[in-house]
Structure formats: structure tokens, C-alpha cells
């Protein structure tokens, strides 16, 4: 990445394609995007799937050489190589491009070995499509096989104040392996601004209605670091936003921070976080309080899921929201293999919301999760 023009805070499309539910018509998409350029961001980040590629590319068009591109593959298509071949070339496509920055692997795809993707990535290199290659949020056993059969750049990882695991699962893969870390997500999808209510609404087209960052505990612990982060800011004259953004860029391995608002006082807020320099004093106390708050929140979670698991559903739509929400805690902490949690998962989002159906699953999963 050191070869390519990175800016430390780099834009992201995700929500300009609905993700958090709102709509963002195009020309004011490209508003944005250029807004984002105005104000210093030389790095842009997005996905095949996202269906914003395009809109990227026309805001792009005039600034093109001045900034780095990064897409993904993967989500649609597979990693078959003639899916990834078929795919960049439409990337390039949208993006009205000669050539991608970073092209990122979005999922795995357990059809298809590390080491052919790599070879495709490579020849893509080779031709000049891409400049280099990256690992998005893969499982960390199919992350390490990328570092050791080829030379992705970039890992990309949720990092932010109240969603540290996946950092701390990839910190020391830097030892024996030469990348870069890319944090998304940095306020926390909204969770570390200003603006989240401490009992969240969202719309059935905002992803964050099943995001388990924004339930229970993990809610509960996500509010209490956000006080933290607005009590430190007053300090400073900041907001807890930049400086949720510029903890994140204090820690080391770190090379750039992606966020993704959709409002354009939301964006001028956070680009305003690369003017902070925040004192060391101040990014160790906001460590040591994260360090207190993750020993709180895992043995708040360990009950809560023990209650999930061992509760008889009455409320099919709040036991199926616990039942994700314990599938992505262990995952995430591989209590459970990772294929084996995303087969549940697509299980149980097929399943109709009644107790009855959901009480295989809960039984399953009963059976798999140890009691802590
Ligand atoms: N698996 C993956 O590979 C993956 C997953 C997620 C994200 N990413 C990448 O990382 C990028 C950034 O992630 P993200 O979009 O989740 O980042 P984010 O900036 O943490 O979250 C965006 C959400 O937070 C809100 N927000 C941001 N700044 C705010 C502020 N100052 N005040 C109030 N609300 C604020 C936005 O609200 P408004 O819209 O109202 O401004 C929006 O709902 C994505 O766009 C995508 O490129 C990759």
C-alpha cells in the first residue's frame, strides 16, 4: 500500500448502496463522494456487491490519478478463476477505470483453494489490472493461508473502540507476515457518535436490526465507551466520533481508517478527526477503559447466551434476534467452526419466526456452546 496514494481516512460506499436504510439518490452520491475528495480523503473503498460501483467511478472520473480505488470480489460470484477474471473485468467496468488499487477478497469460497485465488490475483498483477491485492474479513485460518501462499497487502478488520477482536486476532500475524491493517466500521455504524439513542430503532431495510453490536450487552457496552469517548472529547473540543476515528488510527499496524457516512455534516465531523492529534495520555485511557469494559461485557454475554440457549422461545422475533446474536459471538470467538455457524446462520434466517421451528436450532446450538 506504501506504493499507492493512501489517505489515512479513506471513504467507504457501503451505506450510498442502503446498507444502513437509508436511500442516497446519485447526484447526491457523487456529492458526497466528491465532498469526501475536497476534504483530504484519497482513499476509497467499495464492493461488487455494494452496487455503488458505478456511481463511484463517475464521481471519481476527474481526480482518478489523485486517489487509491478498492473493490472486492467474491460475495456474488465465487472465487472460481474465470468468476474472478469475469468479475474484475466488470469492476473496471463500473468503476471506468484502467486499473483497481486494492482488489480485495469480500468472502471465502471453500470450492476453491487459497492457492489458486492467489494465482489469479497475481495474474491479474501481472496484467495490470490490479496494483495490488487484499484479504477482507475472512475466517482467520483462511486469512493466515492468504499471507503464507501469497502477498496480500491489506487485511481488512471491524475495528472500533467497541469491536476489537478481530485487531487483536490479526496484531500479531504482523510479526511473521508484511500487511497492513484497514479498519471499517470505525464509529461503530453510528453506535460511537453522537447520534445513537441508547434504545435504537432502525428500519427493516438497516442491516444494524440484526447487528448484534446494537443488542444487549454488547449495546450496553458500546453506549458506555461512547460516554467515555463524549467525556474525553469535551476535553479537547472534539466529538466522540473523531475521536473514535483517531483512536482507532493511534493503534499500531494500522494504515487507514474507513468510514462511511451518508450525511454530509456527519462527513465534515469525522474528516475533521485527521486534524486531532491526539496525545498519547489520552489514547492509553481510552485503552485501559476498553480493557475494563471487554472483561464486563464477556461475562455479561457468557449469561446472556446461556439464557438464549437454555430459555424456551415465546417471542419467535426476540429469540431468533438471541439466537444471531449468540451465532456471531461464537463465531467470532470460535467456540463454533466457522463454516458450521454460517450454515446455521443461513438455517435460521430461512426459518418462518415461530418458536416451534426456532427450537431445533436452539437445541443445536445448546449442545455445541460449552457453559462458561
Ligand atoms: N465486510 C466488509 O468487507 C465490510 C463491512 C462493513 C464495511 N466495510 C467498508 O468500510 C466502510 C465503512 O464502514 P461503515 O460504513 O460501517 O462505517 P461507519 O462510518 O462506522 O458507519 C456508517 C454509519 O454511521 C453513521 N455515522 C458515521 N459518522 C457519523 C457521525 N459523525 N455522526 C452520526 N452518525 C455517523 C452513518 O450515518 P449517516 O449515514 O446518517 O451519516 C452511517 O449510518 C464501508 O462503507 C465499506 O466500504 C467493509
Not at 59 to 82: C, E, P
Not at 275 to 284: A, G, K, P, R, V
Not at 309 to 326: I, N
Request: glycine content about 8%; some cysteine; overall charge negative.
Amino acid at each position: 500500500m506504501s506504493k499507492i496514494p493512501i489517505s489515512k481516512l479513506g471513504y467507504g460506499c457501503y451505506a450510498l448502496g442502503g446498507a444502513y436504510g437509508n436511500t442516497v439518490e446519485v447526484p447526491r452520491a457523487i456529492e458526497l463522494i466528491q465532498l469526501a475528495y475536497d476534504l483530504g480523503i484519497r482513499f476509497f473503498d467499495t464492493a461488487d456487491q455494494y452496487g455503488t460501483e458505478a456511481i463511484l467511478g463517475q464521481a471519481v472520473r476527474s481526480f482518478r490519478s489523485q486517489i487509491a480505488l478498492a473493490t472486492k470480489v467474491g460475495a456474488d460470484s465465487g472465487l472460481a478463476r474465470k468468476n474472478i477474471l469475469a468479475s474484475c473485468d466488470e469492476s473496471l467496468r463500473r468503476l471506468d477505470t484502467d486499473y483497481i488499487d486494492l482488489y480485495q477478497i469480500h468472502y471465502d469460497d471453500p470450492s476453491v483453494s487459497v492457492a489458486d485465488v492467489v494465482e489469479t490475483l497475481e495474474f491479474l498483477k501481472g496484467q495490470g489490472k490490479i496494483r495490488s491485492y487484499g484479504v477482507g474479513h475472512l475466517p482467520l485460518d483462511k486469512t493466515l493461508q492468504y499471507l503464507e501462499y501469497g502477498h496480500p497487502e491489506t487485511v481488512l478488520a471491524e475495528m472500533n473502540a467497541a469491536s476489537l477482536e478481530r485487531y487483536q486476532d490479526l496484531r500479531p500475524l504482523q510479526q511473521g507476515h508484511d500487511f497492513d491493517i484497514i479498519a471499517f466500521s470505525v464509529t461503530g455504524r453510528g453506535l460511537l457518535t453522537s447520534e445513537i439513542p441508547s434504545v435504537p430503532h432502525f428500519s427493516d431495510t438497516d442491516i444494524r436490526r440484526l447487528d448484534p453490536l446494537f443488542k444487549r450487552s454488547k449495546l450496553a457496552s458500546g453506549l458506555r465507551i461512547k460516554d467515555k469517548l463524549t467525556e474525553i472529547a469535551g476535553r479537547i473540543n472534539a466529538t466522540p466520533s473523531q475521536l473514535a476515528i483517531a483512536w482507532v488510527l493511534g493503534n499500531p499496524g494500522v494504515v487507514a481508517a474507513l468510514t462511511g457516512p451518508t450525511d454530509p455534516q456527519h462527513l465534515r465531523e469525522n474528516c475533521a478527526s485527521l486534524d486531532l492529534n491526539l496525545e498519547s495520555s489520552l489514547q492509553q485511557e481510552i485503552s485501559d477503559f476498553i480493557r475494563q469494559e471487554e472483561k464486563l461485557k464477556q461475562t455479561d454475554i457468557s449469561h446472556e447466551i446461556q439464557g438464549i440457549l437454555h430459555t424456551p422461545a415465546t417471542d419467535s422475533k426476540l429469540a431468533k434476534e438471541g439466537l444471531v446474536y449468540v451465532l456471531e459471538h461464537c463465531i467470532e470467538k470460535g467456540l463454533i467452526p466457522y463454516q458450521i455457524g454460517v450454515d446455521l446462520f443461513s438455517q435460521l434466517m430461512q426459518l418462518e419466526d415461530s418458536p416451534t421451528s426456532l427450537k431445533p436450532i436452539q437445541e443445536i446450538m445448546a449442545k455445541m456452546v460449552p457453559v462458561s
